[in-house]
């Protein structure tokens, strides 16, 4: 187990792991990518599992506000270690559930999601703050699971175009409440106003300044389900932010708490 890793992640609720990937297999992620952005071109509408962007509202709330998106641009993927088994292939090429998981939360983690993050330049879309936990499907036990996740940058991720942030310690905290609208079910009709779920900036906690986490293409930011973070909008002319996570399955760490957290007073 690497200590560094497990202290990091138990103070502050996420580690930088730089240089996770080397040269051939950065290469063969951003070949993953190209093959998922493939399966999405010809793609004008949003669904559960390719979310395209959209000007102005975000993706997010244009799909499910029924809003025009824009055609193959893709704002986020779900599930792309099923689409493009490569994504698969990749992690268990690293062992990074047996690795730098493990070293995290005390024993090997399993991958129960990969994610596309794609914020292109001019029209990439903010994610607002959020803990993962509160988006677990119903199999996870709050009691018995936890969620590590490492996401890795495959282009330059900078505060102009929108890099991780993350609140250290909140993952001490508690669960905070998220305010928004739950997706729509198929078949369900578009809602207008719908907003992406997040924690409301009068509930945030102020125990600590939000930290920004710029990475290098193969460098990746390794967190704890329930730390808080975000990301900001894209706001560079041409310089993409494309970014893949794993997500790993944990025995829940023991210094985690699930409880509702104490909300801070605006
Ligand atoms: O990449 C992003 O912009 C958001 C990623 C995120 O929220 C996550 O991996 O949980």
Known sequence: MDDTHYREVRE????????????G???????????????????????????????GIGGWAAWQQGARALTGVLRSADRIHEHVPEFDAVQRSLDLA?????????????????????????????????????????????????IVTIWVALEPATERNGCLQFIPGSHLLGLFPHTGDRERLPGEPPRAGAVEPHVADEHLPRTA??????????????????????SAPNTTAAEP???????????????TRMEPAVLARP
């Open 241 to 255: 932010r494309t970014a893949v996570s794993f997500v790993y399955q944990v025995p829940r760490p023991s210094w």
């Open 98 to 146: 047996g690795g730098p998981v493990a070293g995290a939360a005390g024993s090997p983690g399993t991958l129960v999601n990969a994610f596309l993050w794609a914020k292109p330049p001019v029209v990439g879309s903010a994610k607002p703050w959020h803990q993962d936990i509160a988006f677990a499907p119903p199999s996870f036990g709050p009691e018995e699971h936890g």
């Open 25 to 55: 297999t950065l290469a063969r992620l951003k070949s993953a990518v190209s093959d998922l952005e493939d399966l999405a071109r010809d793609r004008t509408v949003s669904s559960g599992d390719f979310i395209l962007e959209a000007p």
């Open 209 to 230: 300044e939000p930290v920004a986490v710029p990475l290098e293409p193969g460098s990746a930011v390794m967190f704890d389900g329930l730390v808080l973070h975000r």
């Open 12 to 23: 502050n609720g996420f580690v930088r792991l730089p240089g996770l990937m080397a040269g």
